[in-house]
């Protein structure tokens, strides 16, 4: 499959999906509970078509999202990254992701929109880049916030809220945001 070029930060490697991607991400896609908030495929093939969709965006945007694998366990455990909605391009570019639930609460998705945002805004150049949460989902919002996204409305035909950052609000929310300290062993 084409698509975008694999990136590493500091617990994943983010690369372009292939179709043995399918079934792990269909795990977590196929799970009612873990896409509560969002897209829930009824069956494989439908996770299938999704991937397809976003893939094929790539050749007119340059970007696509990215199949995330765990770089420790070596595991794929979600995706997301910068896209445009096949199904809605009209709405802007924007970051989505899921990952899989045994893994929240890690860190993980706030380093996969990290890693987002440095190729919108670095890399490629925008401007702005939104980004789509209803607004029960808590965690989503937290981790949109974390990377310096605001609030802007409330889009009733979507049933989210949306959320924008700039490369100047990216940079403060990333200046403010308190070191962890390196532990060694």
């Known amino acids: ?25 269909f795990e977590v896609q196929g799970d009612p509970d873990a896409m509560l908030h969002t897209y829930h495929a009824p069956d494989r093939d439908a996770t299938a078509r999704y991937l397809e969709a976003y893939r094929a965006r ?24 910068l896209n445009r909605d096949p199904k809605e391009p009209h709405w802007g570019c924007e970051v989505s992701y899921f ?58 035909e979507l049933e989210r809220d949306r959320y924008s950052v700039d490369p100047h609000r990216w940079d403060d929310a990333i200046r403010s945001r308190p070191r962890r300290r390196s532990r060694h062993r």
């Open 99 to 156: 990952i899989h639930p045994g893994y929240w609460g890690r860190g993980l998705a706030t380093e996969l929109v990290h890693a987002s945002l440095d190729l919108a805004f670095n890399q490629i150049g925008l401007a702005e880049l939104l980004a789509f949460t209803r607004p029960a989902n808590h965690g989503s919002r937290r981790v949109l916030e974390k990377s310096g996204f605001a609030f802007v409305r409330h889009v009733p």
């Open 1 to 25: 499959m084409i698509g975008p070029r694999s990136v590493e930060t500091r617990q994943l490697l983010l690369r372009a999906p292939t179709p043995a991607d399918v079934d792990a991400l």
């Open 58 to 81: 790539f050749a007119e945007d340059g970007f696509a999202p990215w199949t995330v694998v765990l770089q420790e366990e070596g595991r794929v455990i979600g995706w997301g990254g």
